[in-house]
């Protein structure tokens, strides 16, 4: 590779977005050894390919480690700059690559799959994307691209559907697409051969880029290469007629870790809308559930007269009404499509930028992006590579509270683009980063973000506004992830005292914003990382003063850090730190924080926590103790609307070997949960995985909770066994959060009670404001 030329510095665009223009790639992947096939769509019915030479690279600390390998397999290039990786070395195909790297393992004496002294820019496609500086979708809008929803339904008289069992048949499949299309494949007296058959073909006919669906990652695509493979049916999906590729791996969703088997089709793309509404749960945290159905009621996506059918009863009504069956699939792919087309458009836009398939980029955590933006222009440039520092941040961000109780009118004020502000006026750039990419490409993308919101607000068309919302989503989505990326461990570029400076300076320019808030008479109740929450001085009354408050607060900052107008409640309820309600002079609840509502609560806990708060905002305490009364009643006499209402769901976040390895090395105590999954796995079969939600509930018969509980379809409400002790318990502990709120224990008993023999009197109870000693809260900022 010596003989390559010095390359011009690219601008601020070509450092985003790529340095090759060339427009409308839908997908790529590899052919032989030493080609990438692009696909690129011409129109929505016209998809042309081209068969390009690719060479497999990566970088290298030492083309000393290569001694002995056959000279005429590589070739290498010094690259500038003092970093570790000093070497890219290229390959004429993927076996010389694959053998390169097997003889670094062994120079290095190392046993990892991947030598300290390597650094792999990840897959065949993500290698070619940056050593052309090419990526996906350019010149296109996300509508632009065909996407495909598929959904299946199964004939399962007994139990969860197993595709190893040969009763339990495909028996629909319904298809819908971007374009409009739909087609419902199934019917009575149909072969599930001739189900499968005709599936295929309408898939390959409608020759989408992008194939979606609901779980279809963990049920619909491995259910039908499992039935297909039973009638000797070949998968032949690939744009290329190649099979469908699987292979094992896991995304990370906060706490959350969910493995599965991914499905790579040649040509296409596959989205799994689970995992874009657990991703987009990870902001919000007040999803009711990931269920399909239950996200498209969340969003408002169901279709008018919504058909629904429970899973249990496929089979059934399939038998007896399957018109009825026929209309609940085809509601099911309507959702599918209304969801992805929601939730997809910003990582489309990333895939215009990231040099990554639009899948992976799917799949692919936001500090992984942003690295791959900087290999691609550290290699565009033939510059050396650091590699990542060991150690870990120190400094975190600023949150505390000062006022606890129910208080209003609040006013929320936060410093616009916090961090990313911070960065770009305080000079912060990793050491690593010696091209200076950091601040180059955090400014444009910054840039680009508000010309992106300045256009969306003048858009007259809603499509238009959603495509633009989708573009600054995007933009957002990288621009938050700089700091992240120089505070993670495994980042090349990353620089923990840098990242630290900026949490330290946002500490501090908080602290000041809380000292001119004071100094000008208002009572701060919280601070929460980059806002403020506060109450008003006297004098400051309605929108207009509040907002002109929150300016003159503003022009008192440092240049470049700018606090924004972010909201106005008429009450809070203030719990602990990123724990508080907000309840808006629209009749709008807002929550903040798991302490006061956890989703992993029963639904009936849910509901009595979120209508108390509400009560107690509004200071009705007689209303307060009637609500408890309710749900003990309901509780006693077993009034629920289904087992759901008292149902727990939780998520197995390690495999049933594992939780028995560690219950007998006695690292944990037996779990419902991981109970009731290793029964179902042995009455069904089907074993349980990591990222399966178990859905259970405490029964009666006494014992320890485990041996209580039971899968939540068992519930039979003509004979119901849950236990009325445990979930008057669990109704107690639910309302024993609010004790802070009053005056003395005495007088939250006294609500949180059954009536005695003189009833109850709501005059003897009042609510408590506590506040701390401002001198005592300066000192308490975690340095």
Not at 396 to 405: E, M
Not at 709 to 729: G, I, N, Q, V
Not at 745 to 760: N, R, T, Y
Request: negative net charge.
């Amino acid at each position: 590779m010596a003989e390559m030329p010095a390359l011009d510095a690219p601008d601020d665009d070509a450092l985003l977005y790529g340095h090759d223009p060339a427009e409308r790639i839908v997908a790529l992947h590899p052919v032989g050894p030493a080609a990438m096939r692009l696909y690129r769509r011409r129109s929505p019915t016209e998809v042309t390919t081209e068969d390009v030479r690719v060479h497999p690279f990566f970088f290298l600390s030492d083309v000393d480690l290569l001694r002995g390998f056959p000279r005429d397999r590589f070739q290498f290039q010094e690259l500038d700059g003092a970093g570790f990786f000093r070497y890219v070395v290229a390959f004429p195909d993927r076996n010389s690559y694959f053998d390169a790297l097997r003889h670094v393992e062994r120079t290095t004496e190392t046993e990892k799959s991947r030598p300290d002294e390597v650094y792999l820019p990840g897959s065949p496609e993500q290698q070619y994307l940056m050593q052309t500086g090419r990526t996906l979708f350019k010149g296109m809008d996300f509508s632009d691209l065909v996407r495909l929803q598929l959904d299946i339904e199964v004939y399962s008289p007994e139990g969860f559907p197993q595709a190893t069992t040969p009763e339990h048949r495909v028996i629909l499949v319904a298809l819908s697409d971007s374009t409009g299309w739909n087609r419902l494949v199934g019917a009575p007296g149909m072969t599930e051969e001739e189900v499968l058959r005709e599936t295929l073909s309408l898939v390959k006919e409608r020759d989408p880029d992008v194939i979606e669906g609901h779980n279809i990652f963990g049920f619909d695509l491995p259910y039908v290469f499992e039935r297909c493979r039973r009638h000797g049916i070949p998968v032949d999906l690939g744009r290329d007629g190649s099979l469908p590729r699987s292979y094992p791996t896991s995304m990370r969703f906060a706490e959350r870790s969910v493995e599965f088997e991914a499905v790579e089709i040649a040509g296409r793309h596959v989205i799994d809308t689970l995992h874009q509404v657990m991703a987009f749960d990870v902001f919000k945290r007040d999803l009711p559930n990931y269920t399909l159905k239950g996200a498209a009621k969340y969003f408002g996506f169901a279709p008018e007269g919504r058909t629904y059918v429970p899973g249990d009863e496929i089979a059934h009504v399939w038998d007896t009404d399957p018109h009825r069956l026929m209309e609940y699939a085809i509601d099911d792919a309507t959702e599918t499509e209304r969801l992805a087309r929601h939730l997809s458009g910003s990582t489309f836009y990333l895939t215009q930028m990231v040099p990554m398939p639009y899948a992976q980029a799917a799949r692919t955590g936001p500090a992984a992006k942003v690295e791959a933006l900087f290999v691609r222009g550290y290699l565009h440039a033939r510059h050396s590579l650091p590699r990542a520092d060991f150690g870990s941040q120190v400094v975190g961000g600023y949150t505390d509270v000062f006022v606890t109780g129910v208080v209003g009118p609040v006013v929320y004020a936060d410093v616009e683009s916090l961090y990313p502000s911070i960065m770009l006026h305080y000079d912060v750039q990793p050491k690593g980063d010696a091209l200076g990419l950091f601040p180059r490409l955090l400014r444009r993308l910054t840039d680009l973000r508000f010309e992106t919101k300045d256009a969306m607000r003048e858009a007259d068309d809603a499509h238009d506004r959603g495509e633009l919302d989708a573009r600054q989503s995007a933009f957002k989505i990288v621009i938050n992830s700089f700091y992240g990326n120089m505070g993670f461990g495994y980042a090349l570029f990353n620089d923990f005292a840098e990242a630290d400076r900026v949490a330290r300076t946002g500490q501090e320019l908080l602290r000041q914003i809380i000292r001119l808030a004071r100094d000008a008479g208002a009572k701060v109740v919280e601070v929460d990382t980059d806002g403020v929450l506060f109450i008003p001085p006297d004098g400051v009354e309605g929108e207009a003063a509040e907002r002109a408050f929150v300016r003159d607060l503003s022009e008192q900052m440092p240049e470049g850090i700018r606090i924004g107008f972010d909201g106005r409640f008429r009450r809070m309820l203030s719990y602990k730190k990123k724990n508080y309600a907000l309840l808006d002079y629209d009749g709008h609840l807002k929550f903040k924080g798991s302490s006061l509502v956890s989703r992993s609560s029963e639904r009936f806990g849910r509901r009595f926590v979120r209508e108390a708060i509400r009560l107690l905002l509004e200071e009705d305490v007689r209303a307060l103790h009637d609500l408890y009364l309710r749900h003990r009643r309901q509780i006693e006499a077993h009034d629920w609307l289904g087992v759901e209402s008292f149902q727990r769901v939780e998520t197995l976040k390690a495999s049933i070997e594992q939780y028995e390895r560690a219950v007998a090395a006695g690292e944990r105590t037996r779990s419902a949960a991981y109970e009731v999954a290793r029964q179902e796995a042995e009455r069904t079969g089907r074993r349980p995985r990591i990222g399966d939600r178990v859905a259970y509930y405490i029964a009666e018969g006494g014992g320890r909770v485990f041996e209580a509980a039971k899968p939540a379809e068992a519930w039979d409400p003509e004979a119901p066994d849950e236990s009325t002790a445990f979930y008057l318990d669990r109704l107690d502990q639910l309302a024993g959060r609010f004790e802070p709120f009053f005056e003395t224990a005495a007088q939250f008993q006294l609500v949180f009670s059954e009536e005695d023999l003189f009833g109850f009197d709501p005059a003897s109870v009042r609510l408590v404001v506590r506040e701390r000693d401002p001198d005592e809260v300066e000192d308490d900022v975690p340095f």
